[in-house]
T-cell receptor, first 112, second 113 residues
Framework: NAGVTQTPKFQVLKTGQSMTLQCAQD?????MYWYRQDPGMGLRLIYY???????DKGEVPNGYNVSRLNKREFSLRLESAAPSQTSVYFC???????????FGQGTRLTVV | AQSVAQPEDQVNVAEGNPLTVKCTYS??????LFWYVQYPNRGLQFLLK??????LVKGSYGFEAEFNKSQTSFHLKKPSALVSDSALYFC???????????FGTGTRLKVLA
C-alpha cells in the first residue's frame, strides 16, 4: 500500500541547475498538489492539478513548472534552481469523493 | 481569500495533562477543516476533519477538535497527552467546492515526561 511516492528523497543542486521532482500515487485520485515547507511558514501551495490534463498555480508558482503526465503522476520542475528554492517539497493527492489530502514523505532539496 | 492562523509556535504540556492546539480560519463559503501531524523527517499524516454536522469531531490517536463557527476556530484537543504526541501539528482549510488546501504555519507540541 504505497500511497503517494516521491523521488528523490534528498537532492543537492548547484545554482542554475535544473531538476524534476517526481510524484506518483496509486490510489486513483483525481487531484494532486505540490507544496513547499519552510521553517515558520508552514506549507505553501506551488501548483495543483484538479484532474488529469489540468494544472493551476498556487500561492508560490514562480520558478517552477509542473506536468500532469497521467492520472498517477505529477512532476515538479525547477528550470534554473536558486538558493531560495531550498526547501522540503511535498506532493499530495485527493480523490473527488474524499475530502482529505494524503501526503508523500517529502523531498529535501538544497540549492547551493 | 482563505487563510489559517495558528497563533502559537510551540505548546508545552506535561504528560497526562489535557492539551489544546489553537487554530482560526478565514474562508468564503462553507469550510472543510483539517488537522495533520508531522513527525521528524516524515510527511504529513491526516488526523481528523470537519465537514458538517457535529461540532466535535474525533480522529486518530485520541485526538478531537471542536468547530466553532462564530469564532471561526477549530482547536485540536486531547484529554491526556502522551510523550509520543510530541510533533508538529498543522491546521488546514479548504472551501467547499474548491481544490486548494491552505495550511497554517504549524504548532510544535512538546509533551514533557
Amino acid at each position: 500500500n504505497a500511497g503517494v511516492t516521491q523521488t528523490p528523497k534528498f537532492q543537492v543542486l548547484k545554482t542554475g541547475q535544473s531538476m524534476t521532482l517526481q510524484c506518483a500515487q496509486d490510489m486513483n485520485h483525481n487531484s494532486m498538489y505540490w507544496y513547499r515547507q519552510d521553517p515558520g511558514m508552514g506549507l505553501r501551495l506551488i501548483y495543483y492539478s484538479a484532474s488529469e490534463g489540468t494544472t493551476d498555480k498556487g500561492e508560490v508558482p514562480n520558478g517552477y513548472n509542473v506536468s500532469r503526465l497521467n492520472k498517477r503522476e505529477f512532476s515538479l520542475r525547477l528550470e534554473s534552481a536558486a538558493p531560495s528554492q531550498t526547501s522540503v517539497y511535498f506532493c499530495a493527492s485527493k480523490d473527488n469523493t474524499g475530502i482529505a489530502a494524503f501526503f508523500g514523505q517529502g523531498t529535501r532539496l538544497t540549492v547551493v | 481569500a482563505q487563510s489559517v492562523a495558528q497563533p502559537e509556535d510551540q505548546v508545552n504540556v506535561a504528560e497526562g495533562n489535557p492539551l489544546t492546539v489553537k487554530c482560526t480560519y478565514s474562508v468564503s463559503g462553507n469550510p472543510y477543516l483539517f488537522w495533520y501531524v508531522q513527525y521528524p523527517n516524515r510527511g504529513l499524516q491526516f488526523l481528523l476533519k470537519y465537514i458538517t454536522g457535529d461540532n466535535l469531531v474525533k480522529g486518530s490517536y485520541g485526538f478531537e477538535a471542536e468547530f466553532n463557527k462564530s469564532q471561526t476556530s477549530f482547536h485540536l484537543k486531547k484529554p491526556s497527552a502522551l510523550v509520543s504526541d510530541s510533533a508538529l501539528y498543522f491546521c488546514a482549510v479548504r472551501a467547499a467546492g474548491t481544490y486548494k488546501y491552505i495550511f497554517g504555519t504549524g504548532t510544535r507540541l512538546k509533551v514533557l515526561a
